[in-house]
């Protein structure tokens, strides 16, 4: 491809072609997108940026390959498995004790934990997820503290460098946080490493941890990026987990299992 030709390209035609050269390649590297579409390498990397946080690629080191499943956004999360969600988020809000410190996790079952908490006296609610904040902004007896990023549109959370230096000057007593996919050895699944490194820094700012995850998401990895859990944790999950998906997890020396 000419020198030419890719300077004639908009950022969307770009964008698209990267997209089917990823198809077809099966994996391609910032380097040859740069020499091929004749832009630089720092061009590419953001256009790889916002394939991935479209869902459209996942990132792999100094390049990209296809995601192995369109990320949803956070409006079509929202209508599934409503009723599981909800027993799981009532559950974890009876967990959370007068005047406690938690941080919850951007997502849907941790924004319905949100609504169960709005009437919690001398709460403090740490969160980089758009629902909570929605959910508590005008819940007064609710001290609310955000963790302001960038905002990963798709997922409707706050993420990044800023994110991460708030949280840092932060502890909680207890963490609740969401889950795409849930391995019992790799941990937590998701669609960007922005994401999973956020959500291992609040692991580590917490001294209780609760994966909220309905039973579509155990033994499930549908991208590549990973945050590996502690040796002690709570998995709350519904009734539609099967033995065979509980039972790695149960195996797990440190860990509890709830079904809810």
């Known amino acids: ?44 990397r953001r256009d790889l940026s916002l394939l991935t946080e479209q869902g459209k690629l996942a990132r792999t080191y100094g390049g990209a390959m296809p995601a192995t499943t369109p990320e949803q956004s956070l409006g079509q999360r929202t209508t599934l498995a409503t009723a599981e969600k909800d027993r799981i988020a009532r559950w974890a809000a009876e967990q959370v004790g007068a005047a406690e410190t938690v941080i919850l996790d951007a997502g849907t079952t941790t924004g319905r934990l949100a609504h169960h908490l709005r009437d919690r006296a001398g709460l403090t609610v740490i969160t980089n997820g758009i629902t909570t904040l929605t959910e508590l902004a005008d819940a007064d007896a609710v001290r609310l503290i955000a963790l302001a990023g960038e905002v990963r549109h798709i997922s409707q959370g706050f993420v990044g460098p800023l994110a991460e230096l708030t949280l840092s000057r932060l502890t909680a007593d207890k963490a609740f946080l969401g889950a795409d996919g849930l391995d019992p050895r790799l941990g937590i699944c998701e669609a960007s490493l922005c994401q999973t490194r956020l959500k291992e820094q609040m692991m580590v700012q917490s001294r209780e941890l609760f994966v909220l995850a309905d039973s579509s998401k155990l033994g499930v990895a549908p991208f590549n990026a990973w945050a590996p859990l502690p040796p002690h944790w709570t998995l709350v999950t519904d009734l539609g987990a099967t033995e065979e998906a509980l039972a790695p997890f149960r195996a797990l020396s440190g860990v509890d299992v709830v079904v809810v």
Do not use: P
């Open 1 to 44: 491809m000419s020198t030419d030709t890719g300077q004639r390209m908009t950022a969307g035609q770009r964008r698209a072609l990267i997209e089917r050269l990823v198809a077809e390649r099966g994996a391609v590297q910032v380097e040859e997108l740069a020499d091929s579409l004749a832009v630089t390498q720092s061009t590419i």
